[in-house]
């Protein structure tokens, strides 16, 4: 945090979803100027000075809403269409203020299935669903905007009100066993953690395109075996992904139809970061305390 403290004069945070607000809260609380936009007042009673982004709206920030910004940060996910709105819409206002770096986050979806193989950074793209192929257009126009990008792919995200033990509560979890699979993740503090890393290191030194992701790839069954275990009670019985596939929406279907591992080795060896949570191991139990607060207000 110092060294991107001392880097960052105001950090413009676009889009203020899940992981955006969290790296918002952070700066705040170091004392580190951040504007967040949405595309209406945010419903939260506290967040960060936030600003109105709806390009479909007609509202644009203006030169002076942004004055002194120095870092972005690009949460926002492709429109309908496939486009990314932020990018269309500000790059000539943030040509104009000349930000030292500009993070896009991506997707490691962008490397599509790889039967279970580890995948980094020199791995070719070759995504398969929709929404990745939109991810990579979105990151190729961000490389055609002139503006010091860097692209970091995230794999499933996780955290404190967004884990298996949420499912467990709510009785959505399926305990679903698919011989070979395994899936990557990230939880968001390492993404903050990250960011706020990159930022502190001088330009040379950044990579273009960089994976944010925890050392652990497993089946989804083993982190729920956890959060069950956590929460002290039982799993939900184990049903075979070949007899409950022709049951899933597309959308469970695309998630479950691509196996990779996704490597930080780059992140964690190359530049010199450590993960605040290694493993699902160490950062589903981060998350129990905040369940429970969730639990009692619920």
Not at 156 to 161: E, F, L, S
Not at 190 to 212: K, N, Q
Request: hydrophobic share 40%; net charge neutral; glycine share 10%.
């Amino acid at each position: 945090m110092a060294g991107a403290r001392a880097a960052i004069g105001r950090m413009l945070v676009l889009g203020g979803g899940y992981t955006g607000r969290r790296l918002a809260l952070t700066l705040e609380a170091a004392g580190v100027p951040v504007v967040v936009t949405h595309r209406q007042p945010p419903p939260e009673a506290h967040d960060p000075g936030w600003l109105r982004f709806d390009p479909e709206g007609g509202a644009l920030p203006t030169l002076a809403d942004l004055a002194g910004v120095t870092h972005v940060l690009v949460t926002i996910p492709p429109d309908a269409g496939g486009r990314d709105p932020a990018v269309d819409a500000l790059t000539p206002l943030l040509r104009n203020l000349a930000p030292a770096w500009v993070g896009y986050l991506s997707t490691t979806g962008v490397y599509g299935d790889a039967g279970g193989a580890w995948v980094d950074e020199t791995t070719p793209t070759r995504p398969l669903l929709e929404r990745s192929r939109a991810r990579l257009a979105c990151e190729e126009a961000w490389r055609r905007s002139g503006l010091p990008v860097q692209l970091l792919r995230l794999p499933a995200i996780y955290g404190p009100g967004r884990n298996p033990m949420l499912s467990l509560r709510n009785g959505t979890a399926r305990l679903i066993h698919k011989p070979g699979q395994v899936f990557s993740r990230v939880h968001v503090d390492d993404i903050v953690g990250a960011v706020l890393h990159c930022i502190s290191l001088a330009s040379a030194e950044r990579p273009d395109t960089l994976i944010l992701a925890d050392a652990c790839p497993c089946p989804s069954s083993e982190i729920l075996g956890l959060a069950a275990h956590l929460l002290g009670c039982r799993l939900p019985e184990m049903q075979r992904y070949e007899d409950i596939a022709p049951t899933m929406g597309a959308m469970a279907r695309s998630f479950w139809g691509e196996n990779r591992r996704s490597s930080s080795r780059r992140l964690r060896e190359g530049l010199g970061y450590r993960l605040l949570y290694p493993t699902y191991r160490e950062g589903l139990p981060s998350c129990v305390g905040d369940f429970f607060l969730e639990s009692k207000i619920d």
